[in-house]
């Protein structure tokens, strides 16, 4: 058995606790060797794991919820590829990309994805575990004989691979870039198709804008320009779609199948949409472990079937369980009949409205949500999305029709999630301004909300020192805690894995149907519609310049007229029932073209 302990250094602080960790260790207490002990003068806490037996008592004593401990079998020792140091993140195995075929790598956030695409791309040399003596490339590549990786890392070593990633974080390129988009992709255009990226990903509108003013959107699809320019042979794509809406995602799909040629060089995407995933990727790879503690790639699967085999939770070729939930996507195909639901808390007239300073016209059809009702809002961006949901709530006022049935109290969680939009400095400080409930360990509150979403280990910490998909799970929470009528969630699936975004959805549906009350959620992520949407208001036109909405529809007519209006058909799997792009002119795509179902249960 091997024992991985790892300290979240970032929060291990032993000048601000009693040090009840060391103190209460039963190894410390009955031998002279110590299993926990404080190192470089008395500075910093170090787990000795050839010691430690597992107990997990300093786990539980750790005020910080710094400290991890699990058990792996010692087979694993055999593939770790590569470990940051004492008491820090373990990665064992590693994805093998091919030539001729486009690799998609799934998992939770924490679980190696970014650590394999450094290391796949040579930006991290692996070190084997041995991170006090790091190995040369020679006895790595020996490591791997025999397995399709040791080619691979051999032509690493050798230079014979020039890689260029796309990373999952792109907002420091607005500090570190310099100059308009057309000036920057023409000096970094080493193939000669910046011309033809900038029609792909539809870039002309912002050519003479600085890279300081364009919006998350718009900076993905020029970092992913940029990528595409590059004369490489191994390209990486970490998170593409982050920032974009349906329409975009595929058009963004559709250009990397278009501009890497996977027939002659390596293509690898990391993403969380599993539909864009299943469309742009020929096989997966599912990265599994415990988050931040240790992750495990595993073999090679289908498209589908590895996607299927994630959402299923168990891992057949590893015999490995890696869920205990199943997670299953079913749909309604009929609506709720009225007297079902309790009452209207929201309900509107025909409205139309026109913003001054732009001319942006949006027409609304009239419409009713229920009581435990989720409503959800698909289209493009810029098509008055956000703009509906600030008439609603009263911000801005029609032209013409009206509000009939004005909600109370309004919970707003922003679609941008920065430490600013909180008013308390502590997560636990916060949660417990929205509600008493919501920090009571008994209460039904706080296990529907902060067990669920998994920041009960956040508490304590400052806002300012979460990451992204952590301050996304507290800004639900703490929206989802407060007491209203109507709850608006606008995009809370950003920076969440896949599993994060199915319990997010299943927190949005619990808490609505137990307060009775009713939310209106803005996503672009078509399979987190279908898990969490009661009904559908459809949003199209022509993005900044005009924009209609529907009726709230039932979720197969609202996702068949938004399929519709974007041109794509979907299937739903016969396994998990999640949706499945077609690919365009495929005997699926053609047949569902004719019925006119674009979107098919």
């Excluded at 299953?328 to 009452?343: A, D, G, L, W």
């Excluded at 508490?459 to 979460?466: Q, S």
Aim: some cysteine; overall charge neutral; aromatic content about 8%.
């Amino acid at each position: 058995m091997v024992r991985v302990a790892v300290i979240d250094r970032d929060y291990c602080k032993p000048s601000k606790c009693n040090l009840e960790c060391i103190r209460f260790c039963p190894i410390n207490k009955s031998k002279k060797k110590k299993a926990i002990d404080l190192v470089e003068d008395k500075s910093r806490v170090v787990i000795f794991e050839d010691i430690c037996v597992g107990c997990g008592i300093c786990v539980k004593k750790c005020p910080f919820n710094a400290i991890s401990i699990v058990n792996l079998p010692d087979e694993l020792e055999k593939v770790l590829i590569h470990r940051y140091g004492e008491n820090m993140f373990k990665l064992y195995n590693l994805p093998t990309p091919k030539i001729g075929y486009v690799l998609g790598i799934i998992g939770r956030n924490g679980s190696g994805k970014s650590t394999s695409i450094k290391i796949l791309s040579g930006q991290l040399k692996p070190n084997l575990g041995k991170y006090n003596n790091p190995p040369d490339w020679d006895e790595v590549i020996r490591t791997f004989r025999g397995t399709e990786l040791q080619a691979y890392l051999s032509k690493l070593a050798n230079n014979e691979i020039k890689a260029v990633v796309k990373p999952q974080y792109i907002e420091a390129a607005r500090r570190i870039l310099k100059g308009t988009v057309n000036e920057l992709l023409k000096r970094v255009d080493e193939r000669g198709v910046s011309g033809d990226l900038i029609k792909a990903l539809n870039l002309e509108n912002i050519l003479n804008r600085s890279i300081s003013e364009l919006s998350g959107g718009e900076l993905q699809k020029f970092l992913i320009a940029v990528v595409l320019s590059k004369n490489a042979n191994a390209y990486f794509f970490d998170e593409p779609c982050s920032y974009l809406d349906i329409r975009e995602r595929l058009r963004v799909a559709r250009t990397i199948m278009e501009f890497t040629n996977p027939e002659e060089n390596y293509v690898v995407v990391v993403e969380h949409d599993l539909m864009i995933l299943d469309y742009i990727s020929d096989y997966v790879v599912i990265m599994y472990g415990e988050p931040g503690v240790y992750g495990i790639s595993s073999k090679p699967y289908s498209t589908r079937a590895g996607i299927n085999h994630y959402l299923a939770g168990y891992l057949p070729a590893e015999n490995m369980l890696i869920r205990e939930e199943e997670v299953k996507f079913k749909i309604s195909t009929k609506e709720k009949p009225v007297e079902e639901q309790k009452y209207p808390i929201l309900e509107w007239s025909n409205i139309e409205f026109t913003y001054p300073s732009s001319g942006f016209k949006l027409v609304v059809a009239e419409g009713k949500a229920y009581s435990g009702e989720v409503v959800s809002f698909v289209g493009p961006n810029g098509i008055g999305k956000t703009t509906f949901l600030k008439i609603l709530s009263g911000e801005l006022k029609p032209v013409s029709g009206e509000v009939l049935i004005k909600p109370g109290n309004i919970a707003i969680k922003p679609q941008e999630v920065s430490p600013a939009i909180f008013s308390e400095e502590t997560v636990i400080a916060n949660l417990k301004r929205a509600s008493q409930l919501a920090v009571d360990p008994t209460s039904w509150l706080y296990m529907e909300l902060v067990k669920r979403l998994r920041i009960n280990k956040l508490l304590e910490r400052n806002i300012r020192d979460l990451s992204g998909g952590e301050l996304q799970k507290v800004a639900v929470a703490v929206t989802l805690a407060q007491e209203a009528d109507v709850y608006f969630l606008d995009e809370p699936s950003a920076y969440l894995d896949v599993e994060e975004r199915i319990t997010v959805a299943r927190v949005i549906r619990r808490i609505v149907g137990e307060k009775n009350k009713t939310a209106i959620v803005v996503e672009h992520d078509l399979m987190l519609e279908t898990f969490v949407s009661d009904r559908i208001i459809v949003f199209w036109g022509e993005p900044s310049v005009s924009g209609e909405a529907s009726q709230p529809l039932d979720p197969q007519r609202g996702l068949n007229e938004l399929l519709k209006y974007l041109d794509i058909t979907v299937r739903r799997d016969p396994g998990s029932g999640r949706p499945r792009i077609n690919k365009p002119g495929s005997v699926l795509d053609r047949e569902q073209r004719q019925k006119g179902i674009y979107y098919e249960v």
